[in-house]
């Protein structure tokens, strides 16, 4: 029997499987069509201090090999995602991680410290690379300084494990990553997505209204192995790996660039059922290559 399961800080995974946040809702969608006590773990989408109600639309565009999307993390605010949401995925038999964001250090603290008062999130995901909002965000993860500033500041506020989300919109995702580590994050989620522009030629407009998006999908996988093999190299704590995922053999990629677990986002889209195929098909491509569990095949991949 394939051992799919693998413990994190903070996280008791049955599985490496996680839908990412932003590409699953709270789940509610997604429960009619499989039983989500299935899932290694869900994580949220953003929230924020007050209700967003995001950009103007179009906001999500498809591109060749992924998707754009500029949704400006629209959610209803954390103390409405804390009374409603919450307690709808707690009654499944799966892990809680809340993505958290905010528009100053501030707020991030505010919303982590919100948190605190249930017991039913496991893990923090600390948001600092949405490429779709003016304030906040991104600021803070393209910079080492503010990035491990809000971590630090984070860490304090709150009693939950943290996972810091990393932008790819950088040049050296190493020294992010470094940088964060010393602040005490506990572990990293990689790849958010990458700023992208599309124009539609008929009207001469960008395909979606605030102009740039974030960019997911297969098309940029090779960009999220390449950056989580080099961070795994540098850093000691664990990785949920993102970025393109469409089967069991991109997760097997993933395990071996050095991930501990990973999120499926775009491809959740096309196929609601994937995260539930991907888990059926795990054991057998595990198998298939020489692996009895996860864990054996974490950051075992690349024979120079
Ligand atoms: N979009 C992304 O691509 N990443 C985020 O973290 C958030 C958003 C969004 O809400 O626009």
Redesign the pocket.
């Known amino acids: 029997m394939t051992n799919l399961a693998i413990e994190l800080p903070g996280l008791a995974l049955k599985n490496p499987i996680i839908p990412a946040s ?1 590409c699953f809702g709270f789940g509610r969608e997604f429960s009619q069509f499989y039983d989500l006590s299935k899932l290694g773990a869900v994580t949220m989408k ?1 929230a924020t201090e007050n209700t967003r109600f995001g950009n103007p639309t179009p906001r999500v565009a498809e591109t060749t090999g992924g998707m754009l ?6 959610n209803p605010g954390v103390t409405k995602i804390i009374e409603t949401e919450v307690p709808f995925l707690a009654e499944f038999d799966t892990c809680i991680i809340a993505n958290i964001a905010g528009s100053s250090l501030e707020e991030y603290v505010r919303v982590a410290s919100t948190f605190n008062n249930t017991n039913q999130v496991h893990a923090l995901e600390l ?1 600092i ?4 909002v003016k304030e906040g965000g991104i600021q803070f993860g393209t910079d080492p300084v503010m990035a491990a500033r809000v971590t630090e500041a984070v860490k304090k506020a709150s009693n939950l494990p943290v996972y810091v989300k990393l932008s790819p919109n950088v040049t050296d995702i190493v020294a992010m990553a470094k940088s964060v580590e010393s602040a005490g994050a506990d572990g990293l989620s990689m790849i ?2 990458i700023t992208g522009m599309q124009i539609h030629l008929p009207t001469r407009r960008p395909l979606i209204a605030n102009k740039t998006g ?1 960019l ?1 999908g297969p098309a940029i996988k090779p960009i999220a192995i390449r950056m989580i093999y080099e961070v795994s190299q540098q850093v000691d704590i664990p990785i949920i790996g993102m970025g393109g995922i469409q089967t069991a053999e991109d997760v097997l990629e993933f395990l071996l660039a050095g991930a501990s677990a990973v999120a499926i986002g775009t491809a959740n889209f096309q196929n609601p059922y994937i995260c539930s195929e991907i888990i059926d098909n795990l054991p057998i491509v595990l198998e298939s290559y020489g692996f009895s569990s996860v864990q054996e095949a974490v950051g075992k991949g690349i024979i120079a």
Do not use: K
């Open positions: 932003g953003a999307n500029a949704i400006g993390l629209q948001n690379s949405c490429p779709n958010n997505t974030g997911s």
